[in-house]
C-alpha cells in the first residue's frame, strides 16, 4: 500500500485543520487495512494521534486529542481523514499516515505500523 497525507499548514490557537490520507492498494483492499496517524514533534518521541479500520469503523484516539480530533475514512476514495479542533501550540508535529493488516487496532496506534506516508507539517501558532 502506498500512502499520501496533505492538508497540513499553519493555524492559529483554536484554530482547525483536516488531513487526509489517500491509500492505493493492489493485492488488498482498503478496508483490509488499519490507517491511522502518527505525530512527531522536534526533540519528542512519536506518538500515535489517531486510527482507524474502515472495516468495521473501529477507532482509537490518543488521550491527548480525544474530544477534538476525529478520524473517518471514505472507502469510495481510499481515504482517511483527521479532522483537527481546536489546536493547540503543542500540536504542533510533523503528522504521518501508517498502514497495516495486523488487526489490533490499539497495539498498532501505540506501536507503529508496516507502511508509511511522507509527513505533513502542522504548525499551530499562540
Known amino acids: 500500500v502506498q500512502l499520501q497525507a496533505s492538508g497540513g499548514g499553519l493555524v492559529q490557537a483554536g484554530g482547525s485543520l483536516r488531513l487526509s490520507c489517500a491509500a492505493s492498494?493492489?493485492?488488498?483492499?482498503?478496508?483490509?487495512?488499519?490507517i491511522g496517524w502518527f505525530r512527531q514533534a522536534p526533540g519528542k518521541e512519536r506518538e500515535g494521534v489517531s486510527c482507524?479500520?474502515?472495516?468495521?469503523?473501529?477507532?482509537y484516539y490518543a488521550d491527548s486529542v480525544k474530544g477534538r480530533f476525529t478520524i473517518s475514512s471514505d472507502s469510495a476514495k481510499n481515504t482517511v481523514y483527521l479532522q483537527m479542533n481546536s489546536l493547540k501550540p503543542e500540536d504542533t508535529a510533523v503528522y504521518y499516515c501508517?498502514?497495516?493488516?495486523?488487526?489490533?487496532?490499539?497495539?498498532?496506534?501505540?506501536?507503529?505500523?508496516?507502511?508509511w506516508g511522507k509527513g505533513t507539517l502542522v504548525t499551530v501558532s499562540s
Open positions: 492498494t493492489s493485492r488488498f483492499t482498503f478496508e483490509d487495512y488499519v
Open positions: 482507524i479500520r474502515s472495516g468495521d469503523g473501529n477507532t
Open positions: 501508517a498502514a497495516d493488516r495486523r488487526t489490533s487496532i490499539h497495539l498498532l496506534c501505540y506501536y507503529g505500523m508496516d507502511y
